[in-house]
């Protein structure tokens, strides 16, 4: 959550499993990365992003004196979330994943009874099921994260070039 509304960002590594590796997050005062240690602890903090913008002395023993604990590079492919995306439901856990070529992300949410949901159609189904979850469906969001290309693997870039060349000329018009 930078580049769409300045927030937390999410780090994916570059395998093509692209799990989550890390999570971080951007001091609003002197905009050091700061790593994050728990999803729980990170969409606590996404949540309410825009009016609880996050400083560096938020963390324990921390101050926007000490080095960033992670520097954006193409090291890693980075997404960043948008930000106030709600927390996911206790019993649920949100994941995302990369599509092969790179162009956007998934997101999904295991849910208590061990499904996976992609969808708000899928969630709808969940919840014809399972009546009792009615009141978290507004909480399940599919937004999925802004892929930073500059730090998408170089081999992964090539085979997509001419689809990035069209999408600029379009731009141009
Ligand atoms: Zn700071």
Known sequence: ??????GTPRNQERSRESST???AVQCGKCFKWRLISTQEEYETIREK????????????????????????????????DKPNLP????????????R?????????????TGKKVRSPAEVEKFIDANP???GVGKDLNF????????????????TNS???????KVDDD
């Open 132 to 134: 009792k979850y009615e």
């Open 49 to 80: 992003f825009i009016e609880n913008p996050w400083f560096c002395d938020k963390k324990s023993n921390v101050s926007c004196e000490d080095p960033s604990d992670i520097e954006y590079d193409n090291t890693r492919t980075w997404v960043i």
């Open 1 to 6: 959550m930078k580049v769409e509304g300045q």
């Open 162 to 168: 001419s689809k990035r060349m069209k999408t600029s």
């Open 21 to 23: 590796s890390a999570y």
């Open 100 to 112: 092969k070529d790179y162009s956007r992300m998934d997101s999904f949410y295991v849910v208590p």
């Open 87 to 98: 927390k996911s439901p206790a019993g649920f856990k949100r994941g995302l994943t990369m």
């Open 143 to 158: 937004t999925t994260p802004k892929i930073m290309e500059d730090t998408i693997p170089r081999n992964v870039e090539a």
